[in-house]
């Protein structure tokens, strides 16, 4: 009888904790579970699903293509970040109630980049070229420069004879292309050696944010497309830079030293190990 | 025999200097590193910044945001977005601050609610007595 | 002040006696060279990475928010912390070599056989311990490089046929790498694989120490048919200390300056491109690299196009490796030398081993 009660109480003891393991279970994953570092994260989209696919014609699976090499595609941009839409569900996938944009026509092209490079559309409205492109429904805009799919990080070379002298004269765009220069060759001086120093370790995470906060305020100043700006602004920005190669420097001379100091630890234990061998050997020899 | 002596004289040094070489790293290693405060202090009269308005300023480097909430009163919150580094600005029509560089939102507690990224960001100790609010 | 100290002790441990014994009388067989040593030398390769370990523990952090964070702060923003952190990520590939070495030596040698059996078992486990110490310890800075390498590794026991998916998940605490396996490979790699592995090393020594180190094949060229205990004691060899001990030290400072001489030359050998990366669950690098010492096993894998018989190619090889000893029971030639047929195929093996890993490289 007390046997019987007692496994009976294990028993119901022995449940009750499974059950309310089970719900500890439930609150564990979705508390614990659901952040990035998680795990379930997979990137999946509708949007490549179908466009990728051979039912598409040729020109509609064009930008799937265009896009998998691009800087979007690297840094986790797709489809529905511009486009809209809902990229898990291809039901939803091209709803408007998710916002849905199709192609954008050419004056709506930059509010379209400009929902995200927000810094960029204020001065690119308030430039020459933004101002072209309002009052005559032609003329330049994020697409003539950067492309639309196959975006690439930018460079001094997207202002060549080519593409600039499509409306005007190109002399314009080689006075701003050599405003540009001095700062362009430091930028892309001081993007190496951060990349160097990531190799060997040296992350410098404060002078990286400092560093992309200066090149991206230079790339902004840009737009306005005004040259006596860019003029002006130089000094304020080698000086930004300066400070940046301050302490690259220093971390190259960091490493240096611990080349070095490890350069005298080999030397002693080189030592230490021909006398070790050599007193072997005289000990040998003796005998 | 007498080089033998030499010999071993000779590895005790190295030894000892190896141990030595190597002892030291290992203290400066294991020692606390010791914080040392920069002693700046920044203090600001409570009118200077009204409710539902922020100020920009720059302490011990970073350059902050000091933002009068309606509800929950003063915050200071670090600029530099926590994804690539651009600063961010007060938007006080929507009581949000939103960095220009890819559309990064972060709400009034340094959180962030939309954009790429996901660290929150920094926030400053501040300081409330009944007229001025305090840095460091 | 020695002679002081000699004096308190012995009365209390009989210090004499110990160092006579151990020390000074225990003899070294006849043919003891500087390969001998590098069992001794596995072992301080063992320390140096427990030490560097123990100090490394003081300032990571084991969460995925913070792991990467803290390996940067130690490498640094310690003083010195790079020397830690970097003698700790040389040194687990060098251990690695120096066992190899040692077993390649123990095997070549015939040390494995009757009565040693136990011996050369506990070292084999003791070999697959310090491999599994280097996959647990690949996942700790919570990199790109190690979360992949990691995300590949513990998905190979999904090619057994029932319980794969499970023991997989075992291992990694759920269907992808996550917090929580940061969380279990950190308590294997700090503490209970160090466990099991000093469980082992006290056993491998126990049985040195007791049966006595094995004779050279040229000294006892036939395995003897023992039906009672023996202690293999070399009265012609030389003493432990101070012939055979300085050569121990000779061959622990050539590890050591080796150690220094990649921290010098080359800090980065064993960094592979997604070191200093935070490891991203979504994105993929182009190329995932296994560390040297498992590159033989990948390419092979790799290359064969069933799975089964890639990976169970491999444990089969797993197997016979721990219990070789006892597959080779049945023969009594000791020396290798009078062995072609095992020593072309062992010889076979590593020649493959050797290809596939520069294979892997390319």
């Known amino acids: 009888m007390i046997a019987t009660i007692t496994k009976l109480t294990i028993l119901a003891i022995l449940l009750l904790a499974t059950t309310s393991q089970a719900s500890y279970r439930e609150l564990f994953e979705k508390e614990f579970m659901s952040n990035p570092w998680g795990g379930n994260r997979e990137a999946h989209s509708a949007c490549v699903e179908c466009h990728a696919s051979e039912m598409m014609k040729a020109p509609m699976r064009e930008p799937v293509f265009a896009w998998r090499d691009s800087w979007h595609a690297q840094n986790e941009v797709s489809c529905h970040d511009c486009h809209g839409g809902g990229p898990d569900d291809a039901s939803m996938s091209m709803s408007h109630q998710r916002g849905f944009k199709g192609t954008p026509t050419l004056q709506e092209i930059p509010q379209f980049c400009g929902k995200c490079h927000l810094g960029i559309l204020q001065n690119f409205l308030e430039s020459g070229h933004g101002k072209a492109l309002l009052e005559t429904n032609s003329g330049p805009n994020c697409v003539t420069c950067h492309g639309s799919h196959d975006i690439k990080p930018a460079s001094i070379d997207i202002i060549n004879e080519q593409r600039c002298s499509q409306c005007h004269l190109y002399d314009r765009a080689m006075l701003m292309r050599q405003a540009l220069f ?15 120093l990531r190799e060997s370790g040296i992350l410098l995470q404060t002078q990286r944010k400092d560093f992309f906060r200066a090149h991206s305020d230079f790339r902004t100043l840009f737009h306005t497309i005004d040259v006596n700006l860019v003029k002006e602004k130089t000094d304020e920005f080698m000086g930004r830079l300066d400070r940046i190669e301050t302490d690259t420097r220093a971390a190259y001379v960091e490493l240096a030293f611990r080349k070095n100091f490890s350069g005298y630890l080999l030397l002693l234990f080189l030592f230490l190990a021909f006398g070790t061998l050599m007193l072997i050997r005289t000990g040998e020899n003796k005998k | 025999m007498e080089r033998r002596s ?18 030291y790293p290992v203290l400066r290693f294991l020692s606390p590193t010791v914080r040392r405060q920069s002693g700046e202090k920044i203090t600001i009269r409570k009118e200077e910044i ?87 | 002040m ?47 990475q427990v030490i ?6 003081l300032y990571y952090i084991p969460h995925p ?38 077993l390649v030596h123990v095997f070549f040698r015939g040390a494995f056989k009757r009565p040693r059996e136990l011996t050369w078992l506990t070292g084999a486990v003791m070999f697959i311990l310090l491999l599994s110490s280097c996959i647990s310890g690949q996942l700790l800075p919570w990199n790109q490089a190690g979360y992949w390498s990691t995300t590949v590794i513990s998905s190979m026991p999904s090619f057994l046929p029932v319980v794969g998916d499970s ?12 917090a929580l396996t940061l969380g279990r490979f950190f308590a294997f790699h700090v503490v209970i694989l160090p466990f099991f592995l000093l469980f082992c090393l006290a056993l491998h020594i126990f049985f040195i120490r007791r049966q006595g180190l094995s004779p050279s094949p040229e000294q006892v060229p036939q395995v003897l048919p023992m039906a009672e ?6 009265p012609d060899g030389l003493p432990c200390f101070p012939n055979f001990s300085m050569k121990r030290l000779f061959m622990v400072f050539l590890y050591c300056a080796t150690v220094s001489l990649i921290l010098t030359f080359s800090p980065n050998l064993f960094m592979p491109e997604g070191t200093n990366l935070l490891a991203n669950p979504v994105n993929t690098p182009g190329l995932i690299k296994p560390p040297w010492y498992f590159l033989a096993q990948y390419q092979m894998v790799k290359s064969i196009p069933n799975e089964f018989v890639g990976i169970g190619f491999q444990v089969l090889v797993l197997v016979v490796f721990l219990f070789f000893p006892f597959f080779d029971a049945g023969e009594t030639e000791r020396s290798i030398k009078k062995r072609p047929a095992l020593m072309t195929t062992v010889i076979g093996l590593l020649i493959l081993w050797a290809a596939l890993t520069l294979w892997g490289m390319r």
């Open chain 1, 182 to 196: 001095t700062i362009e060759k430091r930028l892309s001086g001081i993007q190496t050696n951060l990349n160097e």
């Open chain 2, 6 to 23: 030499v010999l071993k004289t000779t590895i005790a040094l190295l030894g000892t200097t190896t141990l030595l070489s190597l002892g």
């Open chain 2, 50 to 136: 009204p409710p539902g308005s922020a100020r920009e300023l720059v302490f011990e480097g970073t350059p902050i945001l000091v933002i009068n909430r309606r509800e929950t009163g003063f915050i200071a919150l670090s600029r530099i977005c926590t994804h690539l580094g651009c600063l961010v600005g007060y938007d006080k029509y929507k009581g949000q601050l939103v960095c220009p560089c890819h559309a990064g939102v972060f709400d009034l507690d340094g959180q962030m609610i939309a954009g790429p990224g996901s660290a929150p960001l920094r926030q400053f100790f501040l300081t409330v007595s009944a007229t001025h609010v305090t840095l460091g």
């Open chain 3, 2 to 48: 020695r002679d002081k100290i000699k004096k308190w002790l012995e009365p209390r441990i009989g210090l004499e006696e110990i160092v006579r014994t151990q020390f000074r009388e225990y003899k070294t067989p006849k043919g003891a060279n500087f390969w001998s040593t590098l069992g001794f030398v596995t072992l301080v390769a063992i320390l140096i």
């Open chain 3, 52 to 57: 560097t370990g123990i100090l490394l523990m």
């Open chain 3, 65 to 102: 928010s913070l792991a990467f964070d803290s390996v940067q702060n130690i490498t640094n923003g310690i003083p010195f912390g790079w020397l830690v952190r970097l003698t700790h990520n040389i040194g687990s590939n060098l251990v690695v070599a120096t066992a190899m070495l040692h």
């Open chain 3, 167 to 178: 023991i997989a998940a075992f291992i990694r605490g759920g269907d992808t790498v996550t």
């Open chain 3, 229 to 234: 205990f023996h202690q293999e004691q070399h």
